[in-house]
């Protein structure tokens, strides 16, 4: 299969590359580099040692040769000529594009009017150059956008994967009436983002979808939950960016981070906040799954995909418990949330339909906390404290 990864140097493109590219997939990557400048910016960096783009793409080609693997960089989808992307589809004929080049942090959007406006123009308009560019040169390739869980917010009702189903899921209340069939089933199900970075989520999400529905497009639409981990690598060529500060690093890396350093775990508010997580080894082997098992022609779907949700409190319960075992005795801080956020909700998502595909967990969440601790204990010198504590609010 012919792959094009969109956002290829990133914390999950550069490792989905890899595993595909072991696989025997043929790959070519696009990226502009833009993550490295924005983490620098913050005055942060990966704690792990990752190789220069340069590299990586030699290394790449050393070992999976020009004929599975190649790349080109500086393409930002969204700024300037629409046609650039248009010509790397045309000539690449990709048989599915996975699109991971978006902003991907809700912090980071809620910084600034510039860095909201970059968002939203990055996201929104990026995803449009894509849409028409596969209109014209790739309608029958498969898109897999990596969406996120937080499009849906926290209703007070069980959450489908993407659409309003026949009955009624049920949740804190229940209309007798709506048990047997709900009249606005088929539709979308109804999105409320927290961030401008969720919010240009959304945009994303029915913009494809009107494509699909207008154009015969097919596409995977992946609201993912909370991703934290590292790759499987053979070594420093292969092993992917791991961010820790309050934009770009999720909340289970930037507490075994802090672990690592006896640094309190800053949990936001109460921490009874609850999400989907999964480690990125699942995320990868996931949407592998996804790129393996297309839709139909002119099909929109949406997978929910995460292993399972945990609150803040237990996750930095967890982080303590394995960091105790390695000789580190972190505590938990509760600080003041700088995010304008339910704290106390109810939250139960459904995410079938990736098991149903044949998704298995590949190891407890405790365990793989653990792992991953050890994983970056030997770079414990590199963590920036001033990058941590969070700076931005929401209001």
């Known amino acids: 299969m012919k792959v094009l990864i969109l956002g290829v140097d990133g914390y999950i493109g550069w490792s989905l590359a890899l595993h595909l590219l072991k696989r025997g997939h043929e790959v070519a990557g696009v990226d502009n580099l833009i993550r490295r400048m924005r983490v620098q910016d913050l005055g942060s960096s990966s704690l792990t040692p990752i190789q220069s783009w340069n590299r990586r793409n030699a290394y790449a080609l050393t070992k999976f040769g020009p004929q599975q693997w190649r790349s080109k960089y500086h393409i930002h989808l969204g700024h300037g000529p629409s046609d650039v992307i248009a010509d790397v589809i045309a000539d690449f004929s990709p048989d599915a594009i996975v699109h991971l080049a978006e902003q991907p942090s809700a912090a980071y959007s809620m910084r600034s009017a510039v860095d909201a406006k970059a968002t939203q123009r990055d996201n929104v308009i990026g995803t449009l150059d894509l849409l028409w560019a596969m209109k014209e040169f790739a309608p029958r390739a498969h898109l897999i956008k990596l969406g996120t869980m937080g499009e849906y917010g926290t209703p007070s009702c069980d959450i489908p994967e993407g659409k309003i189903p026949e009955r009624c899921l049920g949740g804190k209340w229940q209309d007798e009436d709506l048990k047997e069939h709900c009249p606005m089933s088929g539709l979308m199900f109804p999105r409320t983002a927290g961030s401008f970075y969720h919010i240009s989520k959304v945009h994303d999400t ?160 405790k365990g793989e906390i653990k792992k991953l601790i050890e994983q970056i204990l030997p770079y414990k010198d590199n963590v920036r404290r001033s990058v941590i504590v969070p700076k931005t609010t929401w209001v």
């Open 206 to 365: 029915h913009n494809i979808e009107f494509a699909c529905r207008n154009w015969g497009l097919s596409s995977t639409d992946i609201m993912q939950g909370v991703v934290f981990g590292l790759n499987e690598y053979e070594n420093l060529d292969e092993i992917t960016r791991f961010d820790y500060d309050e934009c770009f690093g999720t909340v289970l890396n930037r507490f075994c981070a802090q672990a690592i350093i006896n640094h309190p775990l800053t949990v936001y508010g109460k921490g009874f906040q609850t999400r989907g997580y999964l480690p990125l080894k699942d995320s990868i082997q996931c949407l592998t799954i996804v790129l393996e098992n297309p839709p139909g022609d002119g099909e929109y779907r949406t997978l929910n995909q995460f292993e399972n949700i945990y609150s803040v409190w237990s996750l930095a319960g967890m982080v303590c418990l394995a960091a105790n075992e390695l000789g580190l005795y972190p505590v938990v801080e509760n600080i003041p949330n700088p995010r304008k956020e339910m704290e106390e909700h109810y939250y139960n998502p459904a995410h079938q339909k990736l098991f149903d595909m044949g998704y298995k967990p590949t190891t407890d969440i």
